[in-house]
């Protein structure tokens, strides 16, 4: 069973020195294929990718000249992609790439891969923050009519018969809401497992600033869930 790890980088140069070892690490542990996509960085990504992953066999990178989304540097990577069981997650380091492993060992164990669907389940936020993703998955399950938890939670796990199943994924970070969402659709069983959820080595969020960014972040989410209802409502 072939894992590919897919993690979107933008102007995280300052974080590949801590991020690729472990991604090595992930490579050797699993056999997995590891793709950093360098989603339109304007800072120095494009230039230690290059110099770091030269003739590296399992990390690899593939580039993404100008950034059009969270979203769509990850459907960027997943299209490179060579796995059975794909994944992503993010380049900050808050989570370690390490976790997939743990994740893997769930697919590994199912009598039926391709019915499996994992995330992880974050630990250790600041108490704000949990209180704003606990908010979001009640109005994401009332909306939807679905149960969703802590839905921008990484790893993000699934097969590539899920994968080839997608139609007009989003390309921002509703991303994660479609991907969950789904595969509640599909009815494919969601597995979660604890990961811890620390503090970034270098640089800052590009979304998860302060309120006002917050604000910004519930209305394109509120907007997309909207849209996803009406299809719904469409197809029924």
């Given at each position: 069973?072939k894992l590919s790890?897919?993690?979107?980088?933008?102007?995280?140069?300052?974080?590949?020195?801590?991020?690729?070892?472990?991604?090595?690490?992930?490579?050797?542990?699993?056999?997995?294929?590891?793709?950093?996509?360098?989603?339109?960085?304007?800072?120095?990504?494009?230039?230690?990718?290059?110099?770091?992953?030269?003739?590296?066999?399992?990390?690899?990178?593939?580039?993404?000249?100008?950034?059009?989304?969270?979203?769509?540097?990850?459907?960027?990577?997943?299209?490179?992609?060579?796995?059975?069981?794909?994944?992503?997650?993010?380049?900050?380091?808050?989570?370690?790439?390490?976790?997939?492993?743990?994740?893997?060992?769930?697919?590994?164990?199912?009598?039926?891969?391709?019915?499996?669907?994992?995330?992880?389940?974050?630990?250790?936020?600041?108490?704000s923050d949990t209180?704003?993703?606990?908010?979001?998955?009640?109005?994401?399950?009332?909306?939807?009519?679905?149960?969703?938890?802590?839905?921008?939670?990484?790893?993000?796990?699934?097969?590539?018969?899920?994968?080839?199943?997608?139609?007009?994924?989003?390309?921002?970070?509703?991303?994660?809401?479609?991907?969950?969402?789904?595969?509640?659709?599909?009815?494919?069983?969601?597995?979660?497992?604890?990961?811890?959820?620390?503090?970034?080595?270098?640089?800052?969020?590009?979304?998860?600033?302060?309120?006002?960014?917050?604000?910004?972040?519930?209305?394109?989410?509120?907007?997309?869930?909207?849209?996803l209802k009406r299809?719904?409502?469409?197809?029924?």
């Open positions: 069973m790890v897919v993690i979107p980088c933008y102007n995280e140069a300052d974080n590949l020195s801590l991020l690729i070892p472990r991604c090595r690490t992930l490579a050797q542990e699993t056999g997995a294929e590891v793709i950093l996509v360098d989603n339109g960085s304007s800072d120095r990504t494009p230039d230690v990718l290059l110099r770091t992953l030269a003739n590296d066999a399992q990390v690899r990178s593939v580039r993404v000249e100008v950034n059009q989304g969270y979203g769509h540097g990850i459907l960027a990577g997943l299209a490179a992609a060579r796995g059975d069981v794909l994944s992503w997650t993010h380049a900050d380091m808050q989570t370690d790439p390490l976790d997939i492993a743990r994740g893997l060992q769930l697919f590994q164990g199912a009598e039926d891969h391709e019915a499996l669907f994992v995330k992880g389940k974050r630990y250790g936020r600041p108490l209180f704003f993703t606990i908010g979001m998955s009640v109005f994401e399950t009332l909306l939807l009519r679905t149960p969703l938890s802590d839905i921008n939670a990484q790893p993000t796990m699934f097969s590539r018969r899920f994968y080839e199943s997608w139609q007009q994924a989003p390309h921002d970070f509703s991303l994660d809401l479609y991907a969950y969402y789904q595969a509640r659709q599909a009815g494919l069983s969601v597995e979660r497992f604890p990961v811890r959820f620390g503090e970034r080595a270098f640089g800052v969020s590009h979304w998860n600033i302060d309120w006002s960014s917050k604000r910004k972040f519930i209305q394109r989410t509120v907007d997309y869930s909207r849209q299809r719904i409502s469409e197809a029924s």
